[in-house]
């Protein structure tokens, strides 16, 4: 078995062959170089999503904190008012019974306790 192979067809299949792979080096660094941009955005987007998101929640709890301690803060007023109420005698409760007001009350026993002024101790 004989094979006729030209010299000059040998070299330009040669030459050929290393076009091709300075060609495949060309574009394996351009892919090399779209993967990093690719990474790079990717991070950048991320890193913008998750600071959105942190601070949408931040923000909501700001929001639910705010609510809950105006609701605090109210209660607590309420809570004071009918304490107020108490002491005064001016709830419905003591006002329906004909109680008299907490305040009176404290005021007579402690009346009753304080020694008058002719007794000596």
Do not use: W
């Given at each position: 078995m004989k094979?006729?192979?030209?010299?000059?067809?040998?070299?330009?299949?040669?030459?050929?062959?290393?076009?091709?792979?300075?060609?495949?080096?060309?574009?394996?660094?351009?892919?090399?170089?779209?993967?990093k941009d690719a990474r790079q955005t990717i991070e950048h987007d991320v890193a913008q999503t998750m600071k959105a998101e942190v601070k949408g929640q931040v923000d909501e709890l700001g929001?639910?904190?705010?609510?809950?301690?105006?609701?605090?803060?109210?209660?607590?007023?309420?809570?004071?008012?009918?304490?107020e109420a108490l002491f005064t005698g001016t709830d419905p409760q003591s006002r329906r019974a004909g109680k008299p007001p907490l305040e009176n009350l404290i005021r007579e026993r402690l009346n009753a306790t304080q020694p008058s002024s002719g007794e000596s101790r």
């Amino acid at each position: 078995m004989k094979v006729d192979i030209d010299l000059s067809e040998l070299k330009a299949a040669g030459d050929e062959l290393r076009e091709l792979i300075r060609e495949a080096h060309g574009v394996t660094k351009d892919l090399r170089q779209a993967v990093k941009d690719a990474r790079q955005t990717i991070e950048h987007d991320v890193a913008q999503t998750m600071k959105a998101e942190v601070k949408g929640q931040v923000d909501e709890l700001g929001e639910a904190t705010a609510t809950a301690m105006r609701n605090a803060v109210a209660k607590v007023g309420r809570e004071f008012d009918r304490l107020e109420a108490l002491f005064t005698g001016t709830d419905p409760q003591s006002r329906r019974a004909g109680k008299p007001p907490l305040e009176n009350l404290i005021r007579e026993r402690l009346n009753a306790t304080q020694p008058s002024s002719g007794e000596s101790r």
